[in-house]
């Protein structure tokens, strides 16, 4: 691995990783049962420099922002590396939002590049929200059919610069990537985090799940997510490793991928990692009972050897034919973006495949706690990395408190948005909004959420406030979209409901009319996205003096009903 | 070639057929999150069947935001 302390940036510290592994595999690209490429750095980097020179030529510069939409594949690092070798700063997109979404927060970032798919861009390009973009002067799509119409973007295969790109050094202060945590209807919260963040964060996780040349990285979480961007491309490039991605996530090929490439480490959901525990689950279940007791003997003797510490060549031959399955050469299964049930965590690691949870947010840098599994707990999110001071705020009688942290990894601030820099980083401490506290052990534990937001298990983050907008223009007096959690805390990390408050006019009823017109809406939204039900107050909304909903205020008051009877199902 | 009608029913059988449900328990304009109670990853489950039936090849953005099965085959019907 490169001695990361001794640089200044990402692109400082890729570019000698480039040179330093430039024999070793980097990139496999696998669509369905087909590899499409194969790369090693030394490709990689060729590739890469045509792009840069060609950016550079066409005025790109020192902190200029060049956004990324794209599906996980080589093109996306290839792009990423190519923005950083320039000096730029990268925008990197969700490429599951809407389009006029993501025109939302490309106008927003500021950002003068575009790189994306073709098929994204046929969508992109006809959308409302185009003309809001106006910084945006280059526009490079990727397999674009041979007659395709651009609608005035470049083909990113012919984009290419003639001679070498001069590399633009950046310092550890400088924004690397504006990187947006959520937030499209109402305040877009885009973090800016600095190549320090990166280069800190990056030393922190190796120390505890190492990569090296031969470990084979399979990418799924999206590379514009904080974990993969780290797991998936800084982190294993940083150390010689290969990253492989697959063009399609269909579970069938997913699962073909660990045997077939070997997979080291994968990064999953907990949504797809419980999907993975039902159909191993299933398959347990289908033994014939003198078979399945004997297995069930198998995982009881692995748990036994285990208790202390993972012991993989011993799991590996007591549960052989699991092991395969999964390859037999996997180290461990990362797990984040949301909470995991510690059900599913023990499930796995009984089975001898340590699950790597812990707990992290974009705006600390990615993660702040990670299982050390030394032993392995299913109940906590494990220990603070190296370099992580936590602290648990104003702590109740039983030690629960809203966690907090400082470090090197935590962003400079939201882009243009200095109030809400200031609520979330307090003192140098950023205030997480997640409930906790600490056992006997160091190890922290989570217990809920404190504000105003929820985290699905397949990872993404959910403000009410940008539901409302469907919701606009709805006959009723006033209304307000909430996380029921926030409202009635549960203590709880999973199963959080979003509930629509409804203030109906003087004399209006509830009515099946007004139902389906709330249904009717709420299917515009994406399914994780949904509200589950309506609570009724027959009062006004308290207001600031600008108007706006006093929320933690209309909270205390609603906190007062009854859960169970005043939520009324859609 | 099919018309959209016979894509949309021949996709409506394959859905039922695997969620196990009794043939014509499902229409066109059905949520499938909804009515079927899924996750984005059994529809791309749902997806193989579709493509092995239709000979085609369905990258998973095409069907990025579609929660409907007349959708659906519409995304379908373009690529046959």
């Known amino acids: 691995m490169l001695d990361l302390s001794k640089y200044q940036s990402i692109g400082e510290a890729l570019k000698d990783a480039l040179d330093q592994f430039a024999n070793e595999v980097c990139l496999i690209e696998a669509d369905r049962e087909r590899e499409k490429e194969r790369l090693t750095y030394r490709e990689f980097k060729a590739r890469a420099h045509l792009l840069a020179k060609a950016l550079q030529d066409a005025g790109f510069a020192a902190g200029d922002r060049a956004s990324i939409i794209m599906t996980n594949q080589s093109k996306w690092l290839i792009s990423a590396y190519a923005i950083f070798l320039t000096g730029g700063t990268l925008v990197p997109l969700d490429y599951k939002l809407t389009p006029d979404e993501q025109w939302q927060l490309l106008k927003h970032s500021s950002a003068s590049v575009l790189i994306t798919e073709y098929p994204i861009w046929r969508q992109l390009s006809v959308a409302a929200g185009r003309t809001a973009a106006a910084n945006l002067r280059t526009i490079l799509v990727t397999e674009a059919p041979a007659n395709a119409d651009l609608a005035g973007a470049r083909r990113w295969e012919e984009f290419r610069g003639e001679g070498e790109p001069i590399f633009i050094p950046r310092e550890r202060k400088d924004t690397a990537c504006i990187v947006y945590s959520s937030g499209t209807g109402g305040r877009p919260k885009g973090c800016m985090m600095t190549h320090e963040n990166y280069l800190e964060q990056c030393v922190a996780l190796t120390s505890i799940y190492p990569f090296w040349p031969g470990v084979r990285y399979l990418s799924i979480l999206p590379t514009n997510h904080a974990i993969d961007f780290m797991v998936g491309f800084f982190g294993p490039f940083t150390c010689g490793a290969t990253v492989v991605h697959l063009r399609t996530l269909r579970p069938e090929y997913v699962r073909e991928a660990f045997p077939k490439y070997k997979i080291t480490y994968v990064s999953l959901v907990p949504l797809v990692l419980k999907n993975l525990q039902k159909g191993l689950q299933a398959r347990f279940d289908a033994l014939p009972t003198g078979k399945r007791m004997f297995f069930n003997a198998l995982v009881g003797i692995n748990k036994v050897l285990t208790k202390r510490r993972p012991r993989l060549g011993i799991s590996r031959r007591l549960l052989r034919q699991v092991h395969e399955a999964f390859g037999g050469e996997l180290l461990a299964i990362i797990v984040g973006g949301a909470f995991t049930e510690p059900q599913t965590l023990q499930f796995f690691y009984d089975l001898g495949i340590p699950v790597a949870n812990g707990y992290g947010l974009t705006e600390a840098g990615t993660a702040i706690t990670v299982n050390d599994l030394k032993p392995f707990r299913a109940d906590t999110v494990g220990k603070p990395l190296p370099g992580m001071e936590v602290r648990i705020v104003n702590p109740a009688s039983d030690g629960v408190g809203e966690v907090s942290v400082r470090s090197k990894t935590v962003m400079a601030g939201y882009l243009n948005e200095p109030e809400l820099t200031a609520e979330a980083i307090v003192d140098g401490w950023l205030m997480t909004g997640d409930l906790g506290r600490f056992d006997a052990t160091g190890h922290l534990q989570l217990s809920g959420r404190k504000k105003n937001m929820i985290v699905t298990e397949e990872g993404k983050n959910i403000y009410p406030e940008d539901i409302e907008a469907v919701f606009e223009s709805l006959p009723a007096k006033e209304f307000c979209v909430y996380a029921a959690n926030y409202i009635w805390p549960k203590r709880s990390m999973v199963k959080e409901k979003l509930v629509l408050v409804l203030h109906l006019e003087q004399g209006q009823q509830f009515t099946e009319h007004l139902r389906q017109d709330i249904n009717a809406r709420n299917h515009r939204l994406l399914n994780y996205k949904r509200v589950h039900g309506v609570v009724l107050l027959d009062e006004d909304f308290p207001r600031t003096a600008s108007l706006k909903i006093k929320r933690n205020v209309l909270a205390e008051r609603l906190a007062s009903l009854d859960s169970a009877t005043a939520v009324l199902p859609l | ?80």
Not at chain 2, 12 to 17: E, F, I
């Open chain 2, 1 to 80: 070639m099919r018309t959209l009608e016979q894509t949309t029913q021949e996709v409506l059988d394959l859905a039922a057929t695997h969620f196990q449900l009794p043939a014509g328990s499902l229409a066109p304009g059905d949520d499938f999150f909804k009515k079927l109670g899924i996750d984005s990853l059994q529809t791309l489950e749902m997806l193989s069947r579709i493509e092995n039936h239709f000979g085609i090849e369905l990258p998973d953005y095409e069907v990025q935001g579609v929660s409907d099965f007349k959708t659906l085959a519409e995304r379908i019907q373009s690529r046959l």
